[in-house]
């Protein structure tokens, strides 16, 4: 009993942090209606096909225990776990993917603190703590562009040898990986009663689009991948999604991820209309349009 309220105090955490989500990618405060098909095909991340790169970057805060090499190691083991049932989705789609997972260095994190003490305190998100974000993990790219000595003679970056923001980076990642798709992860060490997912400027083109995360967990990681490629969430949340929206959501595609990030990969899919988000299909049928605005 006790295990199982833990649990579940661990999903409402994650839902209530979910408003930060919807605020930090839309950027629009003053609007009550978000059109999240919007982010479809946008930034970075557009169709989630071909190869994709998932680069993860380890983060020591003060939010909890430094990273080990063991945590560190374990850790992405939960990221090829994630990757592997896109992919298997995919290939069920007659989708073509490959996912490859790398990381600046396999046992080391970098050490920055994080910029908002109590997320969950949160009640609105405002554009100083979205800055802070952005500011925050272009940081970390500046310390670990130190060690990236690498350099092809076709890169796109200047004649420096450290790139200066998340722009460069991917631009430098792309390069290297031959691959125009790269999704830019930041694994913090925060503990279980503050852990955090957030998502920056998925629908827009002002900033490369990246994912703050802390969970250890393989299906929360799947989420928050599809959600850089143009996946919406489907679920209630106090300051997002009615109640009528996510039963209708519920009721179309009870299997969706993205219904539930918490769900076990196994009993899980991608619906329709979350492949027509991520660029697997190129039609939805129109009863579904409702499930782009709330």
């Known amino acids: 009993m006790i295990l199982q309220l833990k649990i579940n105090m661990k999903q409402f955490l994650y839902f209530v942090v979910v408003f930060f989500t919807v605020i930090i990618c ?13 982010s479809r095909n946008k930034n970075v991340c557009k169709k989630l096909c071909g190869k994709v790169l998932i680069y993860v970057v380890f983060v020591d805060t003060k939010a909890g225990p430094k990273w080990n090499d063991t945590a560190i190691r374990s850790t992405l083991d939960l990221y090829k776990d ?4 896109i992919e298997g989705q995919a290939s069920k ?7 490859q997972i790398k990381s600046p260095s396999p046992n080391k994190a970098v050490e920055s603190d994080f910029p908002i003490k109590n997320v969950s305190a949160i009640t609105i998100f405002e554009n100083k703590n ?9 940081g970390i790219v500046k310390k670990i562009a130190v060690n990236m000595t690498d350099k092809n003679e076709n890169d796109s970056l200047p004649s420096v040898i450290n790139p200066k923001d998340a722009e460069r980076l991917i631009a430098r990642l792309r390069n290297q990986y031959n691959t125009e798709s790269v999704a830019l992860f930041f694994a913090t060490n ?10 920056l400027n998925t629908t827009n083109n002002e900033d490369i689009e990246r994912v703050i995360n802390s969970y250890k967990n393989s299906s929360i990681i799947a989420y928050e991948l599809l959600s850089l490629f143009g ?7 106090k300051y997002g999604h009615s109640k009528k929206y ?24 991608i619906s329709q209309f979350t492949q027509y988000l991520i ?16």
């Open 190 to 199: 925060h503990t279980d009663a503050n852990e955090i997912s957030l998502q």
């Open 246 to 269: 996510a039963e209708f959501a519920a009721k179309e595609f009870p299997e969706d991820l993205m219904i539930d990030p918490f769900r076990d990969l196994k009993g899980a899919n």
């Open 231 to 237: 996946a919406e969430k489907l679920f209630y949340s």
């Open 279 to 294: 660029g697997w299909r190129n039609e939805i049928d129109k009863q579904y349009f409702r499930l782009f605005k709330y």
């Open 130 to 138: 979205f800055k802070k974000l952005n500011e925050w993990t272009d």
């Open 93 to 99: 789609n007659d989708v073509k993917l490959t996912i």
């Open 82 to 85: 994630a990757a592997n049932w």
């Open 26 to 38: 839309s950027c629009a405060g003053s609007s009550k209606i978000v059109d999240h098909s919007l």
